[in-house]
C-alpha cells in the first residue's frame, strides 16, 4: 500500500490516547500508527543499531527523560530538578537549559545505558530497560551543550567552553579541554577522532583517548546545527561540516585536511538571499544528501532545495528544487531516504502551518507523503524497525514563549511490509506515583560570593545577557533574554537582588537595555513587557505588556536599543515598528509614533526631542535618524520626522552609532563613532548638516595591533550593540569581544577576546582606572578593573586537570570506586578516581633563527615582533605537518655587534607530529624560501640568514 502524494495518508491503523499535565514538560501520546509526546522542545533519540530491551524510544525536554516501547506504551519516566531560585516580590525563577529548551543525551547498547546531559547541570547514566540511575557526574554549574559517544567513552560539552571524556562504565573523568568558543550542539565521533565544531567557525579534531589538540581548521563562519544531534561521516573517513551561509565542507576526519567546499545555493543565489541557510545531512552509500532549512528567495511557492553530493567529489549528483525547505533532517531505512520539509503559511511567510514527512527511492522521486496541519517541527526525526519517528509541535497550543505547548511524536511506517505496533495505553502520570518519576540528584547551592580585589566581580545569567547593564553608583543591573534580573553592589560583587520578567519570557527575543533613573529600574522584557522596579529593593512598581499590532509583523526581534527617560516619560520602541512614551508613574500611555516600515532602535533625547535610530530593512537601505517632539509625539521640528542621513554600505552591516561632542573630545567639532562587520572602527568628523570628514579607522582584524584576534572570526558589530565612550576612550563591543580604542587618535589600547558580546558595555571612571561591567557570552555579566583584567587566552586550548575531581556527590573522594546499593536498594553513583598517569608530553623542537636587517635592540623590545614570527613559523609547519604544533619565543640574542639577532623559538609537539617531520617541514622551508616569505608577510622587515635545528 502506497502513501503517494496524499494529505494526511497515515499507517494502516489510527490510535491516540492522553495523559493529565502534572509536570512540564508533559508527555502526551497520539498517533499515527503512532507515538506523539508533549514536551518543551527536545530531540527524539532510539537506540544504537543493536536494539537495547527489543528497542526503545526516548525524548528529553528540560527536566525529564521519558522511554517508550516500539507500541507506545511508556517504559519510565526521570525527572530533574531544573535550577530554581525565589526572588523579588517571592516569585520563583527557573533557570534556562539548553539554548534548545532540550536536554541532550544519547544511548549506547554496549553498556544497555542512556546518558542524560540534563539541564540542571548533572550528567546521569540511567539504565534503558529501568530507568535506574547507574551513576551521576557534576563539574560545575555550566549547562550542556552536546554530547557524543565512541569507544568506550562518552564527550559532553559544556557551556562554559569546556570538553569532559568519561568512561561509559564508572563515570571516571579521563580528560577535560578548556576552549575559546562555546561548541555547536552538534559534536561526533569518529575512530578515535573527537570532532567538535565551535560556534564561531572552527572545527576542531581531537585525540579521542587524550584530550591533546590533532587539527582545526576553520571555514569562517558560524557553525550552528539546529536538529541534527550528531555529525555525520562517510566510512572512508570523509566527514561533512556546514556553515552560514550555505557552506558545505568535506575534511579527512584522521588530518582535519579540506578535501572539498561548495556552495548549497550555487545556482539559486540573489541579491536579498543573505539569510543563514543551514544545511543538515544523511549519507547514503556515496551520497551526502544536503538539504536547506531555508527558501529559496526568488522561488514564488517557497520551495527549498535538496541535493546529493558525491562523498569524495563534492560534485553535484542531482538536486531537487521542487520541495520545501527542511527542518528536522533525514535519516535512511528500508532502502529509502525519509526526509522532512515545512510549509510555510503563505499569508506571512514566516509561520509553518503544515508539515510533510516524505520518503524518497534511490531514482529521488517520492515514493510516499504524509502531511500534518498545525504544525510546527521540534526534533531530529529518526527510524526504529522500520518506524519514522518525528516531534512536531502543535501551533494552536503553542504561547508566546513555547511554555505549556503540544509536542507531537509521530510514527509512521516506512513501507507498507511494516506492521504497526499494538495499541498499548499508559497510566496516568501522577504527582506521587514513585514508580512514574525519579528524585534526581539535587545539587548544593554554590558559595556565597566573596570579591578578592574591589570593583572585580563574575556572576551567572540564565541565559545570554543582551540587556545592557547600567548602574546608579551603588549597584550594577542586567538582564539576560530568559527575563532574569540581577542587581550587584559595585564594589563587593553582592548580589543585591535578583526578579524575573516573568514566566512567560522568550529567549528569542531580545530585551532593551536597562535605564535607572531617581531610585528606579525601568526594562523592556524579552517577554515584551514594559517593567519598573525599585532599584533597592527589585520590588516591582508597575507593568505594561507590549501588544503586537495585528495587522503589523515584528520588525525587530524584541524591545531593542536604549530607551530613555525624561519629562516624567519613558520612551521605548516596539518590535512592531512604533515608538511609545509611558507614564514613568503608571506605565500608561502617553503617545505613540509609527516610523513605518523602520523599527526603532535606541532612544537618546536632547532639547525636548527623542532621536531613534531607525535601521534599514529590505525596502530602505541604509539607516536613518527621526526625530519626535517629547512631549506631544508629533512629527520633529520644521515638519519633518528626519533629522538627517548619512548613507552607508548595506554590506557592511552598520547598526548603531554613537556621537560625542568635542567638548568631551577635546576637539574643535563633534564626532560620531561606528563599527561595521568587516571589523572597522570608523570616526567621522561632525559639523551642523552631519559628517565633515573621516578622523581615522582601525581594523579590529589587525593581528598586530590584536594579537589576540588571531583564528578568530571577523569582529563583526554585535547587532544594535553600541560604542560606549568614556574618558577620551572607547569601548567596542563586537561578535569576538571587546576591543579598547583610543577616541581622538584610533589607538589600540586592550582587548577581551575571550567571546562574543552581544550588548553595550558600561564604564565607570575610578581613582585606579576604569571599572568596565559587561555581559559576555555565554552567560556572564562581570566587571573589572586594571587590577583584574583578565589574562590573554593562551594557545588555542587548555587541558584542564582531573586529578583529585570531587566525586559527584560531593563528599570525599575514595579511595577506590563503589558500586555496592545503597539501603534503598538504589544504585549510587560510581565516583570517579584519579586517571592513570599520562606520558611525558613530546620533546620540544628548538630552532634558532638568525635575522638581519633589524638590530637586536629593537628585536628585543618589540614582543609582537617577535610573537609574530613564532605564529607565521607555527602556521607554516602546522601546515605541512600530521598533528599540531605550538611555537613559542625561548629569547633573543645578539649577534653582529647587535646589528642582528638570533630569535630562538620552541615548537611543541602534540597530537602525533614528529619530531623528524617538523624538523624537515623548517629545512624545506629555509631552502625553497617559504620561511622568508612568511616573515615577511608578518610584517617584520627582516632577512633569515640562517637556521639551526636541535631535535
Known amino acids: 500500500m502506497a502513501m503517494q502524494g496524499s494529505q494526511q495518508q497515515r499507517g494502516r491503523r489510527d490510535w491516540s490516547r492522553q495523559w493529565s499535565q502534572l509536570w512540564a514538560p508533559l508527555l502526551v501520546m497520539t498517533a499515527y500508527c503512532a507515538l506523539v509526546a508533549k514536551s518543551g522542545v527536545s530531540q527524539p533519540h532510539r537506540s544504537d543499531p543493536a536494539d537495547i530491551a527489543d528497542g526503545s524510544i526516548l525524548t528529553s525536554g528540560g527536566d525529564s527523560l521519558v522511554c517508550f516501547e516500539k507500541t507506545g506504551q511508556r517504559r519510565w519516566l526521570f525527572r530533574f530538578n531544573r535550577k530554581t531560585e525565589v526572588v523579588a516580590d517571592n516569585q520563583t525563577f527557573t533557570y534556562s537549559a539548553r539554548q534548545d529548551g532540550a536536554s541532550p543525551f544519547i544511548a549506547v547498547s554496549s553498556t544497555g545505558l542512556v546518558y542524560l546531559a540534563a539541564a540542571d547541570a548533572v550528567l546521569y547514566a540511567l539504565d534503558v530497560r529501568t530507568g535506574d540511575l547507574v551513576w551521576h557526574w557534576r563539574d560545575s554549574p555550566s ?63 581531537v585525540d579521542a583517548e587524550t584530550g591533546d589538540l590533532i587539527w582545526m581548521f576553520n571555514m569562517g563562519a558560524e557553525i550552528q546545527y539546529r536538529w541534527d544531534p550528531e555529525l555525520h561521516f562517510h566510512p572512508s573517513g570523509i566527514g561533512f561540516m556546514m556553515a552560514r551561509p550555505s557552506q558545505i565542507w568535506a575534511y579527512n576526519v584522521t588530518s582535519g585536511d579540506v578535501l572539498w567546499k561548495m556552495n548549497a545555493r550555487e545556482g539559486y543565489m540573489s541579491p536579498d538571499n543573505d539569510g543563514d541557510n543551514r544545511q543538515t545531512f544523511e549519507v547514503w552509500g556515496d551520497l551526502v544528501i544536503a538539504q536547506d532549512e531555508g527558501a529559496v528567495e526568488t522561488n514564488p511557492n517557497k520551495y527549498g532545495i535538496l541535493q546529493a553530493l558525491d562523498v569524495f567529489t563534492g560534485v553535484r549528483v542531482w ?86 505547548s503540544s509536542t507531537v511524536l509521530v510514527a509512521l511506517p516506512a513501507t507498507p511490509s511494516v506492521i504497526c505496533p499494538p495499541d498499548v495505553k499508559s497510566p496516568p502520570i501522577t504527582v506521587n506515583n514513585n514508580q512514574q518519576g525519579t528524585n534526581a540528584v539535587i545539587a548544593p547551592p554554590p558559595p556565597p560570593f566573596v570579591s578578592g580585589k574591589p570593583f572585580c566581580w563574575t556572576h551567572s545569567f540564565s541565559y545570554k545577557p543582551l540587556g545592557s ?12 533574554n530568559a527575563g532574569l534580573v540581577i542587581a550587584v553592589y559595585l564594589d563587593t560583587g553582592a548580589i543585591a537582588w535578583k526578579a524575573t520578567c516573568g514566566p512567560d519570557s522568550n529567549s528569542l527575543y531580545y530585551p532593551s537595555n536597562v535605564v535607572v533613573v531617581d531610585g528606579v529600574v525601568y526594562l523592556g522584557c524579552s517577554n515584551l513587557d514594559v517593567q519598573a522596579r525599585d532599584a ?56 505613540s509614533y509609527d516610523t513605518g516600515i523602520l523599527a526603532a532602535d535606541s532612544v537618546g533625547i536632547r532639547d525636548g ?102 583564528n578568530l572570526l571577523t569582529p563583526g558589530q554585535s547587532d544594535w550593540a553600541q560604542i560606549t565612550y568614556s574618558n577620551q576612550t572607547l569601548y567596542v563591543p563586537t561578535t569576538q569581544g571587546m576591543f579598547v580604542v583610543g577616541a581622538t ?173 617538523v624538523a624537515s617541514a623548517i629545512e624545506d622551508a629555509a631552502l625553497n624560501g617559504k620561511l622568508q616569505e612568511v616573515v615577511l608577510a608578518a610584517k617584520v622587515p627582516a632577512k633569515v640568514r640562517s637556521v639551526v635545528l636541535k631535535v
Request: aromatic share 8%; net charge negative.
Open 143 to 205: 549547562t550542556f551543550e552536546s554530547i557524543t559517544y565512541g569507544d568506550g567513552r562518552v564527550y559532553v560539552s559544556t557551556t562554559d567552553f569546556k570538553t569532559y571524556a568519561l568512561d561509559v562504565v564508572t563515570g571516571e573523568v579521563l580528560w577535560g579541554t578548556q576552549f575559546r568558543r562555546v561548541s555547536s550542539w552538534t559534536t561526533g565521533w569518529f575512530k578515535g577522532v573527537f570532532v567538535r565544531p565551535d560556534v564561531d567557525g572552527r572545527v576542531w579534531g
Open 319 to 404: 538536486i531537487r528544487d521542487d520541495v520545501y525547505p527542511g527542518k528536522y533532517g533525514m535519516v535512511v531505512t528500508e532502502g529509502l531516504l525519509v526526509y522532512t520539509t515545512y510549509i510555510p503559511d503563505m499569508s506571512t511567510l514566516d509561520v509553518s502551518s503544515s508539515l510533510l514527512i516524505s520518503a524518497m527511492g534511490p531514482d529521488h522521486q517520492d515514493v510516499w507523503n504524509w502531511q500534518r496541519d498545525g504544525a510546527t517541527p521540534a526534533g531530529q526525526i529518526q527510524a526504529l524497525d522500520g518506524l519514522v519517528f518525528a516531534l512536531q509541535g502543535e501551533i494552536a497550543n503553542t504561547t508566546f514563549n513555547g511554555l505549556g
Open 469 to 480: 547593564p547600567t548602574s546608579d553608583g551603588v549597584r550594577a543591573y542586567g538582564q539576560d
Open 536 to 591: 533597592a529593593t527589585g520590588h516591582l512598581l508597575w507593568r505594561r505588556p507590549f501588544q503586537l499590532t495585528p495587522d503589523r509583523a515584528a520588525y525587530r526581534g524584541g524591545i531593542i536599543g536604549n530607551p530613555a527617560v525624561a519629562n516624567g516619560k519613558i520612551v521605548i520602541s516596539k518590535p512592531d515598528g512604533f515608538l511609545q512614551a509611558l507614564n514613568i508613574t503608571n506605565g500608561q500611555l502617553v503617545w
Open 609 to 710: 526631542v527623542a532621536y531613534a535610530i531607525a535601521r534599514h530593512n529590505a525596502e530602505v537601505r541604509y539607516s536613518t535618524i527621526v526625530a519626535v517632539d517629547l512631549d506631544t509625539g508629533k512629527i520633529g521640528r520644521d515638519g519633518g520626522d528626519l533629522a538627517w542621513n548619512y548613507p552607508i554600505s548595506d554590506s557592511t552591516g552598520v547598526y548603531s552609532v554613537l556621537v560625542v561632542s568635542g567638548e568631551d573630545l577635546g576637539l574643535p567639532h563633534d564626532a560620531l563613532f561606528y563599527n561595521d562587520n568587516e571589523g572597522l572602527v570608523t570616526a567621522l568628523a561632525l559639523g551642523s548638516d552631519g559628517p565633515t570628514e573621516v578622523m581615522w579607522t582601525v581594523d579590529l582584524t589587525d593581528a598586530r595591533l590584536w594579537p589576540g584576534v588571531e
Open 745 to 917: 587618535n584610533g589607538e589600540a589600547l586592550w582587548s577581551d577576546l575571550r567571546s562574543r558580546l552581544n550588548a553595550n558595555i558600561h564604564v565607570i571612571e575610578r581613582p585606579g582606572g576604569p571599572q568596565v561591567i559587561y555581559g559576555r557570552y555565554l552567560s556572564n555579566f562581570e566587571s573589572n578593573t586594571p587590577q583584574c583584567r583578565p589574562p590573554k587566552p593562551s594557545g588555542l586550548v587548555t587541558k584542564i586537570s582531573v586529578r583529585g575531581s570531587v566525586p559527584a556527590d560531593g563528599g570525599e573522594e575514595p579511595s577506590t570506586p563503589t558500586d555496592a546499593p545503597a539501603p534503598d536498594s538504589r544504585p549510587v553513583p560510581v565516583t570517579a578516581s584519579p586517571p592513570p598517569s599520562r606520558p611525558s608530553s613530546p620533546a620540544a623542537v628548538a630552532v634558532a633563527l638568525g635575522l638581519s636587517g633589524l638590530p637586536y635592540n629593537i628585536v628585543k623590545a618589540d614582543s609582537k615582533l617577535r610573537d609574530r614570527v613564532a605564529g607565521a613559523v607555527e602556521k607554516l609547519v602546522s601546515g605541512k605537518v600530521t598533528g599540531f604544533v605550538r611555537v613559542r619565543v625561548l629569547g633573543v640574542e645578539s649577534t653582529a655587534g647587535g646589528t642582528a639577532a638570533v630569535l630562538r623559538l620552541s615548537l611543541q609537539r602534540s597530537g602525533g607530529a614528529s619530531a623528524t617531520a
